[in-house]
């Protein structure tokens, strides 16, 4: 097969799997039939449909070297992890270069024990540069 196929096979796969995420998060409707309730999402029900796919795609933490990432060690990540690599790649996949030095992605984990500290000392070195 060639390289173009196995993408497009890939990309297929992976669509089904984001229907089957979005639909799977829709709670129950009384009258699917009638009620356009059922095209519609709420905030909670896009969240679990988001982190559904997270857990599926377990992206590799941001900055990290891609071939040293198994998909087992993926898989094994903390979905609160995977779900936000997952909005970063979103967010570099939809934001426009103003906004994405706007909103800039945290070097570690928000996650990580050392998320605060790690911050700090980034913004007492840019004082210093500005100085």
């Not at 229907?19 to 679990?48: C, P, V, Y």
């Not at 070297?65 to 690599?85: D, G, H, I």
């Amino acid at each position: 097969r060639s390289t173009q196929s196995r993408s497009s096979a890939a990309s297929d796969v992976y669509k089904r799997q984001v229907h089957g995420a979005f639909n799977l998060s829709m709670m129950t409707q009384k009258d699917e039939l009638n009620d356009r309730r059922i095209f519609e999402m709420s905030i909670l029900e896009f969240q679990e449909a988001l982190a559904r796919i997270a857990e599926e795609y377990s992206p590799v933490p941001t900055g990290e070297n891609m071939s040293e990432w198994t998909m087992e060690k993926r898989k094994t990540q903390l979905l609160c992890n995977k779900l936000e690599y997952f909005i970063h790649i979103i967010m570099d996949n939809c934001l426009d270069k103003n906004s994405k030095d706007y909103i800039p992605v945290p070097p570690v984990s928000v996650f990580d024990p050392e998320f605060d500290i790690k911050q700090n000392a980034q913004k007492k070195k840019k004082k210093k540069k500005k100085k």
